[in-house]
């Protein structure tokens, strides 16, 4: 995990990143990159965050190639430089070859399906005990049974951006083969029909197609800084699972501009509570516990009061319907009004702060977010999931991309060569 922040006004954005990464969920490593400038010429930064790799290839060499790919090529916006970014993924073919992809999607489509099957032989061994034995026609209908609610689900879920059902069909038909091996390789003996693997097959592409389901695959990026176009920064991020045949299964991006209605913004990314609870005044978490309390408590006053109602019909359901609407109503009256008392008393102050700040005061304050959020972790008894050294580069129209912090795993003072490159 990490935590990555971006704070902007209409002078600059502030860009920090901390250096933790977690090996396996049990290891902590403070010496990952995540912040880098896209190149020496373009005031435009690009941080990556979640897993440390894409199919594998880590983040550091994705952006070097794609660096070469730009040719000195300028952009109007920094949303065309995210897309042309999305579109340079598949092309990479000595990143992901099309064998690298095929293994990495279908072995953890392999994974997904013996989950599956773990599961359906829970089913069968408690059908065995409830009856002493069952037939293969049971068998089968125990494992029909239980993918018939998935295949139902995942053919009525959305398509992930860019994707649509003709892909789908394509796909289904061009990897049948292998998918219906590792369908048989995973079922091993129990009894399937053709037609059931037909649909199979259909799940194991939608899959492939629709929600980020596979977390072990997924990053997400982030551009900031300024197009040849903009006047003020804008930023532009996306989560996405991999590269498969031609495409990147990435999420809807997310774009801000700062403008003049709108001067300051501050965006975390990935663990983002500790920035939220000092921005909002309260930690997300409390804040859906008292919306929940909140539903609870109008429902067991609504049920009390309703025993104590008079025996008039016409008086009864009239009661009742008013303490129906105000077990509905009220809880959402308060959460809303905590809403605005959260928005005026602790985040427009913040924000009103941040439209002024100058291009070092954003490092700062960026860094120190970044740094809330570790020293947060570090006093909990969980794992200290942010932490290390905390990169931070400043991006201005006039200036470019700054670097504020940043670590070096090797003693710059030997190797002044390095600096003459383009970084």
């Not at 300024?226 to 930023?235: M, R």
């Not at 500790?274 to 859906?288: H, M, T, W």
């Not at 439209?355 to 570790?374: F, G, I, N, P, R």
Request: aromatic share 10%; net charge negative; glycine share 6%.
């Amino acid at each position: 995990m990490t935590a990555e922040i971006s704070v902007m006004n209409k002078l600059a954005v502030a860009m920090a990143a901390d250096s933790a990464v977690t090996v396996v969920g049990k290891k902590v490593y403070n010496t990952s990159s995540k912040l880098f400038p896209v190149t020496h010429d373009l005031p435009i930064g690009i941080m990556f965050y979640g897993n440390a790799h894409l199919m594998n290839v880590p983040w550091e060499t994705v952006v070097a190639d794609f660096r070469k790919s730009l040719k000195g090529k300028r952009f109007d916006h920094v949303k065309e430089c995210g897309e042309e970014f999305l579109r340079f993924l598949p092309t990479a073919k000595t990143l992901f070859s099309e064998e690298s992809q095929k293994k990495i999607v279908f072995g953890f489509i392999r994974v997904v399906f013996q989950d599956h099957i773990n599961k359906i032989d829970g089913n069968i061994k408690s059908a065995i005990e409830a009856k002493g034995q069952v037939t293969d026609i049971e068998v089968g209908q125990l494992v029909e049974q239980h993918f018939a609610s998935e295949i139902a689900k995942w053919d009525q879920a959305a398509f992930v951006e860019g994707m649509d059902a003709a892909i789908t069909k394509s796909a289904s038909k061009k990897y049948e083969k292998e998918l219906e091996q590792i369908f048989v390789d995973t079922f091993q003996k129990l009894p399937v029909s053709t037609i059931f693997l037909e649909s199979l097959v259909r799940l194991a592409t939608n899959y492939i197609y629709k929600a980020l389901i596979f977390d072990v695959f997924r990053s997400g990026v982030v551009f900031c800084g300024f197009g040849e176009s903009e006047k003020y920064p804008s930023l532009f991020s996306t989560e996405l699972d991999f590269v498969f045949d031609g495409v990147v299964k990435h999420t809807q991006p997310n774009l801000h501009s700062i403008t003049d209605g709108s001067p300051a913004s501050v965006h975390p990314f990935a663990q983002q509570d500790v920035v939220a609870s000092f921005l909002k005044g309260i930690d997300p978490n409390f804040f859906s516990l008292i919306d929940g309390y909140m539903k609870t408590f109008f429902e067991q006053l609504s049920t009390t009061l309703a025993g104590a109602l008079p025996t008039d019909e016409g008086k009864k359901e009239e009661l009742q319907a008013l303490l129906e609407n105000l077990k509905d109503s009220a809880p959402k009256a308060v959460m809303q009004k905590l809403e605005e008392v959260s928005q005026v008393s602790f985040v427009a102050p913040v924000m009103s702060a941040a439209q002024v700040l100058s291009k070092d005061d954003l490092a700062h304050m960026a860094e120190a977010l970044v740094s809330l959020t570790s020293f947060r972790r570090k006093i909990s008894l969980d794992l200290d999931t942010v932490g290390g050294p905390i990169d931070v580069a400043v991006i201005s129209k006039k200036d470019g991309f700054i670097w504020i912090k940043r670590k070096h795993y090797f003693d710059p003072k030997l190797n002044p060569h390095y600096f003459g490159r383009e970084q």
